[in-house]
């Protein structure tokens, strides 16, 4: 069974500075990748997704993430961020083996953005 | 004009009730699933039907029972609740299980209380 594993559970940063969350996942098979970030009180957005085509993977608020398969990782990165982006982070894979397009998710990265 | 809503927000309730959960999309997406995020903030997908057709059901106990009267509409029907039910619950739907149809589009969230 997929797995994904978010290598950090809370990330502190300070606002304007650059930030990376580490995302890896388990089966090397074909997957597509999804960020998606929850504010609080609120339910899930997505950021950002690799489906095929080039690794890199851009969002119009400035995160890019990096799609890995030799080290099946998909690692999200923003050089400059705001306070705004204090928030949850989500890694999930989808893979295509499997039946329903069930969304597999990492534990989350808290960022917390400090003036 | 909200394109996954479910109702209630929030849903306080003591053990051993009855209560159901409503999904509804306006997106004309073919398939739409139920998330459950605990305490921890971890996500995890509990049901996922196809055109009102179940085609996930990820070893969630009997008491969960949910029902798809038509493909816009998935509701969450919980019996006899328990404390550990305590948790949020996810509503989204994806225009279908391939390709570019596996972007899944999430509601705000059902906060479940069991006291």
């Known amino acids: 069974a997929q797995s994904v594993t978010q290598l950090d559970s809370q990330v502190p940063v300070f606002e304007e500075a650059p930030v990376e969350l580490r995302c890896n996942y388990s089966?090397?098979?074909?997957?597509?990748l999804f960020w998606y970030v929850q504010y609080p009180n609120q339910g899930l957005q997505l950021l950002l997704k690799?489906?095929?085509?080039?690794?890199l993977v851009e969002s119009i608020n400035g995160f890019e993430a990096e799609f890995n398969k030799s080290q099946t990782s998909f690692h999200l990165r923003k050089p400059s961020v705001h306070i705004s982006d204090t928030a949850e982070y989500f890694c999930a894979v989808s893979d295509l083996r499997a039946a329903g397009n069930k969304l597999t998710f990492g534990g989350g990265t808290r960022v917390l953005v400090k003036p | 004009d909200t394109a996954v809503s479910q109702t209630p927000k929030y849903l306080v309730t003591q053990m051993g009730n009855d209560k159901s959960i409503k999904c509804e999309q306006n997106?004309?997406?073919?398939?739409m699933y139920w998330y459950k995020q605990d305490s921890k903030k971890f996500l995890k997908i509990m049901f996922s039907?196809?055109?009102?057709?179940?085609?996930i059901n990820e070893t969630v106990p009997n008491r969960f029972s949910p029902k798809s009267p038509d493909k816009a509409h998935l509701n969450l029907h919980i019996n006899s609740l328990e404390l550990g039910d305590s948790a949020v619950y996810f509503c989204?739907?994806?225009?279908?299980?391939?390709?570019?149809?596996?972007?899944?589009?999430f509601g705000q969230g059902t906060r479940l209380t069991v006291v």
């Open positions: 690799y489906l095929s085509g080039s690794t």
């Open positions: 039907y196809n055109n009102k057709e179940l085609i």
């Open positions: 089966s090397s098979v074909s997957v597509y």
């Open positions: 989204a739907s994806s225009r279908g299980t391939g390709g570019a149809a596996t972007e899944a589009f």
């Open positions: 997106l004309g997406h073919d398939t």
